[in-house]
């Protein structure tokens, strides 16, 4: 029995490639809040997901793209 994720809040980067995207609706599945966080725009099918937020248009290689 896997342990749960009830509560927790997890960042995915790349999260709309494939593997990211799985990851994400795995965490999801075990209760966590997901961010799945991209370069790429976010795919329509993942926006009205519930406990699912998608920050597309990231570049994580520069500090302002990031709000810092």
């Known amino acids: 029995m896997s ?10 980067t790349g999260g709309f490639g494939v593997l990211g995207s799985t990851l994400g609706k795995y965490l999801l599945a075990r209760g ?5 966080l991209d370069g790429r725009d976010a ?8 406990n699912l937020l998608c920050l597309d248009g990231v570049d ?5 793209s990031a709000g810092v």
């Open 3 to 12: 342990p749960s994720l009830q509560d927790k809040r997890i960042v995915v």
């Open 32 to 36: 966590a809040r997901v961010a799945l």
């Open 43 to 50: 795919p329509a099918a993942l926006l009205d997901t519930p």
């Open 60 to 64: 994580r290689t520069s500090a302002a």
